[in-house]
């Protein structure tokens, strides 16, 4: 008997002319919590396919409790036992968790009619296994991310799942879910389970991970025991590089004036009362659970809620802005969370998503000044350091660093004082998260932008902001500075509002 559940040896996987994995190789054992790292482009998502029978590899072997697997399918890998749960868990949103839990075991048995009695049944024992409570007549797009999540990892149970493949589970799930899912990831592993956790997030590979993989430009550079690695080590695997981890230190001129005040905005039913201040140079941070309405501050700010306030100042003007147009003749800027689907349009060029915020600059009577465009592109394309092969390539062919970098681009083409970051670097492996860093601190520090920075990731608060204000239920209910604005402080001051 093999000690090893899956054995992937010296697989090699090209796409046209680009080698994506180069003699790679990963052994996961029975049970075990096995984490495999790398930056976007590493070569992660390729072997996971190849791991689940998506991709064929031309060279190399796989190999199954010992046994040489000649060519891999995916109907056979889920046979096999090996499950992946994909960042968007691949559900129907519009059937309930009942039906989907049912629906792949219906479909491997033949049947053309559901048992409703039977759905249920199994829908209940299943959860019960995970310990966990769920409304299993809910519809499942009613359910939040960390709901979903489970749903995804109760369908891989009921498949007999031996292996299951968890691809940056934790990138939409707040620190108390991550914290339930760690549970429910340790339960498996009693059971015998083995759990392949994706992820690019550092001390979440260090929490749950017994071993641990990286990948770099399609090959292993790094193996071994969780208890061989430490942040900077497994940053040098994964980039190749030493990143400058230094907190960020602003030098505001004394008696600077406000570059945005604010005094008692108000947007009902989410934000209470809430006062704001940003001086030019500034970061300041803004941490929360989700639902404490941190993104409705957010969208108020750049004219996009109802809101009300006893004093709202930008650049010396009293003015509230009642638009997203005035909120940028205002020179405020606003890069949100869910850059995919609320910031940038996929199928256009990095161009196009750059200039779209200064049409108006860029008009010469009834016509765009296409060299006003390129100019303006090519600018800021070097500024933001997007690794593309031109401002030409569609923005949807990007990585997510590079992606936000282009949201950032955009922006700072209107010249804003005023930027607010609402997650800045969700999604984002750590090389292009600290290119990003790097470039949201030169734009505080050299060019005296404001930065609101709101973000889960309390890491990149301690280590890029000079304030950090806790929100919870529409109001600040913490400020920290200074000495006292370390992550043990603010991660307690979250604990209490659970």
């Not at 992946?84 to 491997?108: H, M, P, R």
């Not at 340790?186 to 389970?193: E, F, H, V």
């Not at 001390?203 to 690695?229: D, Q």
Request: glycine share 10%.
């Amino acid at each position: 008997m093999s000690e090893y559940l899956i054995e992937l040896k010296n697989i090699s996987k090209r796409f046209g002319g680009v080698r994506a994995l180069d003699g790679v190789s990963i052994c996961i054992r029975p049970g075990e919590i096995h984490c495999l790292a790398g930056e976007n482009g590493s070569g992660k998502s390729t072997v996971i396919k190849v791991m689940s029978g998506i991709y064929t590899p031309e060279e190399g072997g796989i190999l199954i409790d010992g046994t040489p697997v000649s060519r891999l399918d995916p109907i056979m890998a889920v046979q096999k036992g090996v499950q992946v749960i994909y960042q968007d868990f691949s559900l129907f949103g519009n059937l309930t968790v009942a039906e989907n839990l049912a629906l792949n075991t219906y479909l491997l048995e033949g049947r053309s009619r559901m048992d409703w009695p039977r759905a249920r049944e199994m829908a209940r024992e299943v959860l019960a296994r995970l310990d966990v409570e769920i409304d299993i007549d809910a519809e499942v797009e009613t359910l939040p991310t960390s709901g979903k999540q489970i749903v995804a990892i109760a369908r891989a149970l009921l498949a007999r799942a031996r292996l299951i493949v968890m691809d940056e589970p934790t990138t939409a799930l707040t620190g108390h879910e991550v914290d339930a899912l760690f549970g429910i990831v340790r339960d498996l592993q009693k059971q015998g389970i083995a759990v392949l956790f994706v992820s690019h997030k550092m001390r979440e590979m260090l929490e749950i991970s017994e071993r641990l993989t990286v990948f770099r430009n399609g090959k292993k550079v790094a193996e071994g025991a969780m208890s061989e690695f430490d942040e900077p080590a497994i940053t040098r695997a994964m980039t190749g590089l030493e990143l400058d981890d230094e907190p960020y230190e602003p030098e505001i001129p004394a008696g600077a004036a406000p570059a945005l005040e604010v005094e008692g905005l108000t947007v009902s039913g989410s934000v209470d009362d809430v006062s704001l201040t940003l001086r030019p140079g500034e970061i300041v941070g803004i941490s929360g659970l989700i639902g404490s309405g941190r993104t409705e501050l957010a969208r108020a700010l750049f004219g996009m809620e109802n809101a009300s306030a006893r004093r709202f100042r930008v650049a010396g003007k009293d003015v509230l802005p009642r638009s997203v147009q005035e909120a940028i003749s205002l020179g405020i800027a606003y890069v949100p969370e869910d850059r995919l689907s609320e910031g940038l349009f996929l199928t256009q060029s990095i161009e196009r998503n750059m200039v779209v915020s200064i049409l108006d600059r860029l008009r010469r009577g009834l016509f765009l000044d296409r060299d006003a465009m390129r100019g303006k592109t090519e600018e800021m394309f070097a500024a933001m350091q997007i690794a593309a092969p031109s401002p030409e390539t569609a923005v949807g062919n990007l990585s997510g660093g590079n992606a936000q970098r282009v949201m950032l681009g955009r922006w700072l083409l209107t010249g804003a004082k005023v930027l607010i970051l609402n997650g800045p670097t969700v999604g984002v492996d750590v090389g292009s998260k600290a290119k990003i860093h790097h470039i949201i601190r030169d734009l505080a520090r050299e060019e005296g932008v404001a930065v609101l920075m709101i973000s889960d990731d309390v890491p990149e608060l301690t280590g890029n902001c000079n304030r950090i204000h806790v929100m919870h239920e529409g109001r600040f209910v913490g400020a920290f500075s200074g000495a006292e604005m370390t992550e043990d402080a603010i991660n307690d001051s979250l604990k209490a509002l659970k």
